[in-house]
């Protein structure tokens, strides 16, 4: 690293702030947050702001990993197709300042997100709802911001390890579409296979490991801990586990005290996982190649 | 010490050979063509340069830095306008320019640069992706003369300009190339290069055909020049007179037009200087130089363009004026 990372990485936050795909995407983002808000102040009675925070993971869990991984798909490689990567390079910041820069400049976009998601939030539940659930916010905030880094790294990861645009889109919508649609029959479908019938509640270790380990699992399981009440994921079920198991966490479905792997705080390092490991493959493969 | 120097460098790319043990050096301060027909690997020799593509075998360094190990050691002392590159659409000019300023650390003033680049203010704060070519181009020249580099890398730089912008680009090499800076750069089109250039190399196929002054590859396939003299009345009495001049080795004639074969460039203004003293009158005169397009394609087996081409001037002759 040659020192440039920072000025790669505010060039790269001012150049995605000018997208208007990304804008309209956190517009829609504040919009349902103010919507679900205002419906909820309609309909429910006696609640409070802690209890309505939850909702938020809702619209943030859809929208977020989209906004992440359409600001990243092109990070490197669109520079790569395009050229501008030859006028990037031909100053001082070298190919680490170049994927670095891009990461961090990706994921403050995927934070303003977040954080304008979150005030409003905040704002909202202060004047509907007359509280401000400030260290229960912060948790949500914090673990929320974590969760799109992961796409923004698993975009950008992928953006710099491939030589066209096309492989990096096939490869981020391939894996998106494995983690919110294809996921239980990736796991829960070999489990059938193995044991002849569905994931019990209490299911093998190597399964609720296994589980746990996609994203948006991590992310509701960590989230439920911060807020009041729980945050289901948003997913395609096929009913091969048993019912009752969906809306649990691994930790709650190991009978007795879980090992530190399935606890819930786990989630944090597989949200981190997400993030580091595709961005690792990707500077590798990028430090070597020929542009 | 050298600006640029390769030894043995060669790229393949599976069976295809861009670069062929290219051995070159460049020398501090030094303004040098790099010229060769579309494809004959000037582009992947300048991206071995810049880090860009690893070689499969031989080395360069640039500045006395080595062009893989220490890449980190040479961007900040070079100025590079590369070739295929594209700007940031959604950013204005001013910033790619505060954005190679930061990089650089340096303290250029971005209004001087657009000025020296002949880009304009109001320009400048647009989105760089309205830009045209040319204006592309400038830009990106801007950003390469930012913190006064030792070394200007530039592929095909006349790319995307008009001849006006063409004229400016050399201007801007001559200017540079004053203040000591060593110049290195590409093309394809040789009036670009032998304006401007002290040396040049010639590529073909991957391979250097040729590193010699312009007029030192003139000579080498022993190239003269033709000058037509049209005078104002019969030329027969004054054919003695051309031929008596050093340097002149043929004079033809045929009406009131003096045809001379002309092998030392200087005999041209001693031709003229001796018709006036022997009480010609010149009306017009033309100089057909042997073109670099000629020689271009000696060097190159005819692989381009064969058609001469003609240069014509007025009486102030200095034919390495291209437009």
């Known amino acids: 690293m040659s ?54 993971a809702t619209p943030l869990q859809v929208i977020l990993p989209i906004a992440a991984l359409i600001a990243g798909y092109m990070a490197v490689v669109g520079e790569r197709r395009s050229g501008s990567i030859k006028l990037l390079l031909g100053l001082p910041p070298n190919r680490t300042d170049v994927v670095f820069g891009k990461l961090l400049g990706r994921i403050a976009v995927v934070t303003a997100a977040v954080v304008l998601a979150c005030l409003v939030s905040l704002v909202l539940g202060a004047v509907l709802f007359g509280s401000v659930p400030l ?20 975009a950008v990861g992928t953006s710099a390890s491939v030589s066209t645009r096309g492989k990096s889109m096939a490869i981020v919508v391939g894996t998106y579409m494995i983690l919110i649609a294809l996921w239980e029959l990736l796991t829960a479908g070999p489990y059938y296979l193995v044991y002849g019938e569905g994931p019990p509640v209490e299911a093998e270790t190597w399964y ?84 | 010490m050298t600006a640029i120097e390769t030894s043995g460098l060669t790229k393949t790319y599976g069976e295809l050979t861009a670069v062929d043990g290219l051995d070159l050096t460049i020398e501090e301060g030094e303004v040098f063509g790099f010229l060769g027909p579309n494809g004959a690997g ?9 880090d860009f593509t690893r070689p499969t075998a031989g080395s360069a360094s640039v500045l006395g830095y080595d062009a893989q190990t220490e890449a980190d050691e040479i961007s900040p002392r070079v100025g590079v306008l590369p070739e295929g590159f594209d700007i940031y659409p959604r950013l204005s000019g001013r910033r790619h320019l505060e954005f190679a300023i930061q990089t650089k650390d340096a303290d250029d003033d971005p209004d001087r640069l657009l000025e020296r680049v002949g880009l304009s203010t109001e320009d400048a704060g647009r989105p760089a992706g ?3 070519k040319g204006m592309r181009q400038r830009l990106a020249t801007g950003m390469a003369l930012v913190g006064s580099p030792d070394l200007l890398i530039m592929d095909e730089p006349s790319s995307g300009l008009d ?62 020049a033709t000058m037509e003299l049209t005078l104002s009345a019969s ?26 074969t002309v092998t030392d460039p200087a005999a041209k203004a001693s031709v003229v200087t001796a018709l006036d003293d022997a009480g010609a009158r010149i009306e017009d005169m033309r100089i057909e130089d042997v073109s670099l397009e000629t020689l271009f394609t000696a060097l190159t087996n005819g692989e381009a363009d064969a058609t001469p081409e003609r240069q014509t001037s007025g009486v102030a002759v200095e034919s390495g004026v291209a437009e």
């Open chain 1, 135 to 154: 260290v229960d916010w912060l948790g949500f905030a914090a673990l929320s911001v974590l969760f799109g880094a992961a796409f923004a790294g698993l």
């Open chain 1, 3 to 56: 020192g440039h990372v920072a000025t790669v990485a505010r060039k790269e936050f001012e150049d995605a702030g000018r997208s208007k795909l990304l804008w309209g995407l956190i517009g829609l983002l504040v919009g349902l947050v103010v919507v679900g808000y205002v419906a909820i102040w309609y309909t429910a009675d006696d609640v409070n702001a802690a209890e309505v925070l939850n909702f938020v």
């Open chain 1, 208 to 291: 609720l490991l296994v589980e746990q380990f996609n994203p948006i699992f991590a992310y509701t399981n960590t989230v439920s801990n911060v807020v009041e009440g729980s945050v289901f994921p948003f997913q395609f079920q096929y009913g091969l586990q048993s019912f009752e198991a969906y809306g649990m966490t691994p930790a709650e479905r190991y009978p007795g005290d879980a090992p530190f792997y399935l606890q819930d705080w786990f989630g944090v390092v597989v949200l981190l996982c997400w993030m580091a490991a595709p961005v690792a493959i990707g500077y590798y493969r990028f430090r070597k190649a020929d542009l």
């Open chain 2, 42 to 50: 000037k582009s992947t020799t300048i991206n071995m340069l810049l």
């Open chain 2, 130 to 132: 309205d830009y045209s």
């Open chain 2, 235 to 260: 030329a027969t009495g004054y054919r003695e007179v051309a031929t008596g001049i050093a340097g002149i080795t043929e004079v033809a004639v045929s009406g009131r037009t003096l045809e001379c």
């Open chain 2, 163 to 224: 001849p006006h912008g063409i004229r400016e680009m050399q201007e801007l090499v001559r200017t540079e190339a004053e203040r000591g800076t060593t110049v290195f750069f590409s093309s394809h089109i040789l009036e670009h290069v032998e304006a401007v250039c002290d040396r040049v190399g010639v590529l073909n196929e991957g391979e250097l055909v040729a590193v010699d002054s312009i007029e030192g590859l003139r000579e080498s396939i022993g190239g003269g």
